[in-house]
């Protein structure tokens, strides 16, 4: 008989202070950090909703929009989203909350998928499903989905692009890109 919980039963919320020995050069927050704790919060949520050991399969873009500030309280906010066999996608939310000025932010919105598996033989296993009690939980569940789906073309695509790439037609067009060619254009032909 199939398994099925919850999001709610397996939603997170991790806070923490950003301190100074965060900081980088120029006195942000190390975007490393911020990755970091999301991380963090992916595998608890995904090993929450799994009972598993879980790993992280892939990081789909995280766009930072605007910086961390050492002294600023970070709140990461993680539910899943979408489950398949063994993968899950995982939906955080990163705001901070700056105390002095009394002023949030959205900093960024990233999907982890993760995988769950077996702790003695590194295979994946079987996750539960999700029930979904609520209309943005089926609208984030269909759009795991699509995102699943893309990130497959775009691997697929990614992968035949060597073969496919028209090596004349790009080289033609380089003149419009910021490189400068340093060898005879006839070496590109020979095979490698």
């Known amino acids: 008989m199939a398994e099925f919980r919850t999001v709610k039963?397996?939603?997170n919320v991790l806070k923490e202070?950003?301190?100074p020995s965060y900081a980088n050069f120029g006195g942000k927050v190390h975007g490393g950090i911020i990755l970091s704790l999301m991380d963090k919060i992916a595998y608890t949520t995904a090993a929450s909703h799994s009972r598993s050991y879980c790993v992280t399969a892939s990081v789909d873009s995280v766009?930072?929009?605007s910086a961390v500030e050492v002294g600023e309280l970070v709140t990461l906010m993680a539910s899943v989203n979408?489950?398949?066999r063994s993968s899950m996608e995982i939906g955080i939310k990163v705001v901070t909350e700056d105390f002095k000025r009394g002023v949030n932010k959205h900093t960024n919105t990233s999907y982890f998928t993760m995988v769950a598996v077996d702790e003695q033989t590194r295979k994946p296993v079987q996750v539960p499903g999700l029930i979904l009690?609520?209309?943005i939980e089926v609208r984030r569940f269909i759009w795991g989905k699509l995102r699943k789906r893309l990130k497959t073309q775009y691997r697929e695509a990614f992968h035949s692009m060597?073969?496919?790439a028209d090596i004349e037609r790009e080289l033609d067009q380089l003149t419009d890109d910021n490189c400068k060619l340093a060898l005879d254009?006839?070496?590109l032909n020979a095979r490698d």
Request: hydrophobic residues 35%; charged residues 15%; negative net charge.
């Open 133 to 135: 009690q609520e209309k």
């Open 63 to 65: 766009n930072f929009m």
């Open 185 to 187: 254009p006839s070496a």
């Open 162 to 164: 060597p073969s496919e």
């Open 82 to 84: 979408y489950v398949g």
């Open 17 to 19: 202070l950003m301190i």
């Open 9 to 11: 039963s397996s939603q």
